[in-house]
């Protein structure tokens, strides 16, 4: 754990956050209701905060489940990823949706949607809250989207810098990052 502090600026307020992940999860209450057998699938680990909240927010009976991942982002420029975690519950014939923190390259989305898929669910939908377009390589059916940002690397509400930050209340940009 490095010592250094960074400089931070807010980009996305708590209750811009607050409002938003209310928002959505009254949407996905409505397009869900009355179906049965959601399954909400949590990448571990900067999607737990909003997958939870998310849920708090969910008038439907759901069950959560979480699957692990080793991020490209340390090392493999080419999106090769590799499940560390494998889901606990069966998602045959059940609808799942994949809940991430940030869409960038969309490389480590599409590999978890290939991987799910090969499991039959009934319906895969996607659910991210933050989506960075700007450097899209592979194009990513999105259902529910937060918000969309800038060019920008951030920190907050899950997501780390170094495992740094995580707990930050709100979406701050990490201006020197290196
Ligand atoms: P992608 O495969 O779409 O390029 O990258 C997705 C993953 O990269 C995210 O799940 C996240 O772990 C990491 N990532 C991408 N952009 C950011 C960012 O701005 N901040 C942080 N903390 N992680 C990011």
């Known amino acids: 754990m490095e010592k250094e502090e960074h400089f931070l600026e807010v980009l996305i307020t708590e209750e811009e956050i607050q409002k938003k992940v209310a928002s959505l999860g009254e949407q996905v209450s409505r397009d869900y ?9 949590a990448v571990l680990r900067g999607s737990v905060y909003f997958a939870v909240d998310l849920s708090r927010h969910l ?15 340390g090392g493999d420029p080419l999106g090769i990823v590799r499940i560390t975690k494998d889901l606990d519950v069966n998602i045959a014939r059940k609808n799942v949706l994949l809940v991430e923190d940030i869409v960038d390259t969309g490389l480590t989305l599409n590999y978890l949607l290939n991987n799910l898929r090969t ?41 780390d810098y170094n495992e740094k930050y995580r707990n930050l209340k709100s979406i701050h940009v990490l201006k020197d990052k290196k």
């Open 33 to 41: 209701a009355g179906s049965e057998h959601l399954v909400l699938i």
């Open 59 to 73: 008038t439907i009976p759901y069950v959560l489940d979480f699957i692990g991942i080793s991020s490209y982002s």
């Open 119 to 159: 499991r039959n669910p009934l319906s895969l939908r996607v659910c991210i809250f933050l989506d960075r377009p700007a450097r899209r390589i592979v194009d990513i059916p999105v259902d529910y989207r937060g918000f969309e940002i800038p060019d920008v690397f951030v920190v907050g509400y899950g997501l």
